[in-house]
């Protein structure tokens, strides 16, 4: 008697949890179904072109992008969160893009997203980043410094402002021979700097230092190439070497040149010299022979091939 009331209770509670999961994988369905009623869906649309243009599209610059690129979106929205189903972007790169040592700066006011680098003017840059926002803030490479960076986004809005042809992605680099002599005579020399980041407790001369970085990977000597490859078609791509032409092409583009820019650029021409440590003019001294060069071409061949930088020896 007692077990048979047992097994009728323990029924009982087996069909309830059955009905629950049935209803879940009913409501889930109706959710992923992809032709919605026509009226659900426009709601739909509706609701995503709200959500869009508030947040990822402050400054409209051009609504006819907007709608197309609302049109190529498949729309599964469910009334609760997007949870970014309808974007194609691996989380692979979303983390790269995210960064691994520097986070790309957001500038939303601007719509641009940018690429910047340890020993490749960053100073200039943040700085320059900072003024058009009007930030006022004497932190520069820390959280204090005001400015925003992809990795605050979440991964839905990353893939929705790197596949948006509304925001402009902008990269600037530096000849990896420059660069990483660069950030020999900046950091590598110095005793105390390898002992922190690569626990070698000894001044090195620039041979060994170009040996260690092989394994002792640091954003200050990490390849520049920081987004999946592919984007790099996409983007707006300044070398050290123009970069006064590079500054104004980039602002104009985006729309941020003005004078009160103009004579802060022509005033602040000194923000990125005292790190550059007259790299150039050493360049022949640090790279006597070719075996150094050869190292560099290839640690770095993924900056040579994406920037197209020459790989041909200094004389
Ligand atoms: C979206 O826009 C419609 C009209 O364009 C408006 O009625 C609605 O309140 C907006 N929703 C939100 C969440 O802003
Ligand atoms: C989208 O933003 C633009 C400009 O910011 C504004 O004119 C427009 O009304 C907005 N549309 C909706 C649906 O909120
Ligand atoms: C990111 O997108 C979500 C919707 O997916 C939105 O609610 C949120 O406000 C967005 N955040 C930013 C910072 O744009
Ligand atoms: C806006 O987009 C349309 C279609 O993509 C294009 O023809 C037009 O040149 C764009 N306008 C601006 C100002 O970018
Ligand atoms: C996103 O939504 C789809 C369909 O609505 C669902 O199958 C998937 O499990 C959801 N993913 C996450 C991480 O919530
Ligand atoms: C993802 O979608 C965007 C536009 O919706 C397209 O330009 C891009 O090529 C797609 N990427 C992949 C890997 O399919
Ligand atoms: C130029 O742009 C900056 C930053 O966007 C702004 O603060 C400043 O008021 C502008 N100056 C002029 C003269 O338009
Ligand atoms: C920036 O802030 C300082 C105080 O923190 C102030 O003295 C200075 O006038 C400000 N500069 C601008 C351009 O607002
Ligand atoms: C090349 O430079 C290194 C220092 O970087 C120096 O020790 C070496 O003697 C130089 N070799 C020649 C051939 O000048």
């Given at each position: 008697m007692e077990l048979k009331r047992f097994k009728l209770i323990l029924m009982v509670v087996m069909a309830f949890i059955w009905l629950y999961l049935l209803m879940q994988m009913f409501s889930d369905d109706l959710n992923k179904r992809?032709?919605?009623?026509r009226t659900r869906h426009q709601s739909d649309i509706l609701q995503t072109r709200n959500i869009t243009n508030q947040t990822l599209f402050p400054r409209t610059r051009n609504q006819s992008d907007i709608r197309i690129s609302n049109k190529n979106t498949k729309f599964r929205m469910t009334q609760s969160n997007d949870n970014c189903s309808h974007y194609n972007m691996s989380k692979q790169n979303i983390k790269q893009l995210k960064g691994r040592w520097s986070s790309p700066i957001v500038v939303s006011k601007y719509k641009l997203i940018f690429f910047w680098s340890e020993k490749s003017a960053c100073t200039y840059w943040k700085r320059l980043l900072q003024l058009i926002q009007g930030i006022n803030k004497?932190?520069?490479?820390?959280?204090?410094?005001?400015l925003t960076t992809?990795?605050?986004?979440?991964d839905c809005n990353i893939t929705a402002m790197m596949q948006s042809n509304q925001w402009v992605k902008a990269a600037f680099v530096r000849e990896p021979r420059e660069r990483i002599l660069s950030s020999y005579l900046d950091k590598g020399q110095y005793k105390h700097v390898m002992n922190e980041?690569?626990?070698?407790n000894r001044q090195v001369s620039f041979y060994e230092f170009l040996e260690i970085i092989k394994r002792c990977k640091e954003g200050h000597w990490g390849?520049?190439?920081?987004?999946?490859?592919?984007?790099y078609k996409q983007m707006m791509i300044g070398k050290f070497s123009e970069i006064s032409s590079f500054t104004e092409r980039l602002l104009k583009r985006i729309g941020a040149w003005n004078e009160t820019v103009v004579y802060w650029i022509t005033s602040s021409k000194h923000i990125y010299q005292?790190?550059?440590?007259?790299a150039k003019s050493k360049l022949l001294t640090y790279y006597n022979n070719t075996k150094s060069q050869d190292l560099i071409f290839d640690l770095f061949s993924d900056d040579y091939n994406v920037f197209g930088f020459e790989k041909t020896y200094f004389k």
């Amino acid at each position: 008697m007692e077990l048979k009331r047992f097994k009728l209770i323990l029924m009982v509670v087996m069909a309830f949890i059955w009905l629950y999961l049935l209803m879940q994988m009913f409501s889930d369905d109706l959710n992923k179904r992809p032709l919605l009623p026509r009226t659900r869906h426009q709601s739909d649309i509706l609701q995503t072109r709200n959500i869009t243009n508030q947040t990822l599209f402050p400054r409209t610059r051009n609504q006819s992008d907007i709608r197309i690129s609302n049109k190529n979106t498949k729309f599964r929205m469910t009334q609760s969160n997007d949870n970014c189903s309808h974007y194609n972007m691996s989380k692979q790169n979303i983390k790269q893009l995210k960064g691994r040592w520097s986070s790309p700066i957001v500038v939303s006011k601007y719509k641009l997203i940018f690429f910047w680098s340890e020993k490749s003017a960053c100073t200039y840059w943040k700085r320059l980043l900072q003024l058009i926002q009007g930030i006022n803030k004497t932190a520069l490479h820390n959280a204090r410094s005001g400015l925003t960076t992809l990795k605050m986004f979440n991964d839905c809005n990353i893939t929705a402002m790197m596949q948006s042809n509304q925001w402009v992605k902008a990269a600037f680099v530096r000849e990896p021979r420059e660069r990483i002599l660069s950030s020999y005579l900046d950091k590598g020399q110095y005793k105390h700097v390898m002992n922190e980041l690569c626990r070698i407790n000894r001044q090195v001369s620039f041979y060994e230092f170009l040996e260690i970085i092989k394994r002792c990977k640091e954003g200050h000597w990490g390849q520049q190439v920081r987004a999946p490859k592919h984007f790099y078609k996409q983007m707006m791509i300044g070398k050290f070497s123009e970069i006064s032409s590079f500054t104004e092409r980039l602002l104009k583009r985006i729309g941020a040149w003005n004078e009160t820019v103009v004579y802060w650029i022509t005033s602040s021409k000194h923000i990125y010299q005292p790190h550059s440590t007259n790299a150039k003019s050493k360049l022949l001294t640090y790279y006597n022979n070719t075996k150094s060069q050869d190292l560099i071409f290839d640690l770095f061949s993924d900056d040579y091939n994406v920037f197209g930088f020459e790989k041909t020896y200094f004389k």
